[in-house]
């Protein structure tokens, strides 16, 4: 097996599913990017899940469970505003991990932010229904963004959470969200550019809020968030204040914290970059706090380790 369809031994423990209501925040700077990170994710998620496992492998019984005894489902809701849905499909598949499939069993979802939120005309999130073999049952697997306004924004996510129900076969399913880079639709709706977008006030607490809503309705919430020096320590800007506030409230909340930059001391061909794992300010159940060296290659195998090795 290459190192491209298995998970680097070093992170295998912070992938695994967290408890319930947590919050895990990711953040990149320009040039070290969270791509390789929420692959992972994606991979030891749904590879765990009951409905990826042959009919041999073993299952954990739960006998006090709200599935019967057996395991529960872990399903993914994936919202992108930098990827298109081709984009994880091709780069999931490398890990072993196939995205049509899943979207099929009723175990992921995707919500794309990035093709239409800025130029379709229709100012609506529509629904793409997934191939189905009965006309009854409900859309979705697929959605669109057309609108960059919270309301639209939070009834997508809603009814992508309520069709992942309906369509996870029965069993109520471990729901874990993923979106990939939120605070670009802070940037791109910060009151210096767009004070109408969000109309209820600061737009910053706005999408907290909405988060909150959300991570009441999913078992976890996984985000993907720029800390470039800049954006964070600057703050002269409107914008700049606005996702400083954002990053280090959520910062506070999270359960873990899962940083990425590049080396402090320039590049190196055989280092991409610095993984850091460290408790965020929710720890009533801590981490193990780490540093890690990281190299992507080529193929999308990822290397993990420790300095000096």
């Given at each position: 097996m290459t190192s491209r369809t298995t998970i680097p031994p070093l992170l295998d423990p912070y992938l695994s599913l967290p408890d319930e209501t947590s919050l895990i925040v990711l953040t990149s700077v320009l040039g070290a990017s969270t791509n390789w990170l929420v692959l992972r994710f994606l991979h030891s998620l749904l590879k765990s899940s009951p409905s990826s496992l042959p009919p041999s492998s073993p299952r954990i019984i739960t006998p006090d469970g709200p599935n019967g005894g057996q395991q529960q489902k872990t399903s993914i809701i994936l919202l992108s505003f930098l990827r298109d849905f081709p984009f994880w499909r091709e780069t999931a598949s490398r890990l072993g991990v196939d995205?049509?499939?899943?979207?099929?069993?009723?175990?992921?979802?995707?919500?794309?932010?990035?093709?239409?939120?800025?130029?379709?005309?229709?100012?609506?999130?529509?629904?793409?229904?997934?191939?189905?073999?009965?006309?009854?049952?409900?859309?979705?697997?697929?959605?669109?963004?057309?609108?960059?306004?919270?309301?639209?924004?939070?009834?997508?996510?809603?009814?992508?959470v309520d069709d992942l129900r309906c369509r996870s076969g029965g069993a109520e399913p471990k729901i874990v969200l993923v979106i990939d880079q939120l605070d670009l639709l802070l940037a791109s709706t910060s009151t210096s550019t767009s004070s109408t977008s969000f109309p209820e006030g600061n737009t910053s607490q706005a999408l907290r809020d909405m988060l909150l809503d959300l991570r009441e309705k999913t078992h976890t919430t996984i985000l993907t968030?720029?800390?470039?020096?800049?954006?964070?320590n600057a703050q002269t800007t409107t914008l700049e204040k606005d996702h400083a506030a954002f990053v280090l409230s959520l910062a506070h909340e999270a359960r873990m914290l899962m940083s990425l930059r590049l080396l402090d001391t320039g590049t190196a061909k055989d280092v991409s970059g610095v993984l850091r794992i460290?408790?965020?300010?929710?720890?009533?159940?801590?981490?193990?706090?780490?540093?890690?060296?990281?190299?992507?290659?080529?193929?999308?195998?990822?290397?993990?380790?420790?300095r000096g090795q």
């Open positions: 995205l049509e499939a899943h979207t099929r069993r009723g175990s992921f979802t995707f919500i794309d932010g990035l093709s239409n939120l800025f130029s379709s005309p229709s100012g609506s999130s529509t629904p793409t229904p997934t191939p189905s073999s009965s006309s009854s049952s409900p859309p979705g697997g697929k959605y669109t963004l057309s609108t960059p306004t919270i309301t639209e924004l939070s009834k997508t996510l809603h009814k992508a968030l720029s800390a470039d020096d800049p954006l964070l460290t408790n965020g300010g929710d720890d009533v159940v801590p981490v193990e706090e780490r540093e890690y060296l990281y190299h992507v290659g080529g193929d999308g195998g990822v290397r993990v380790f420790e």
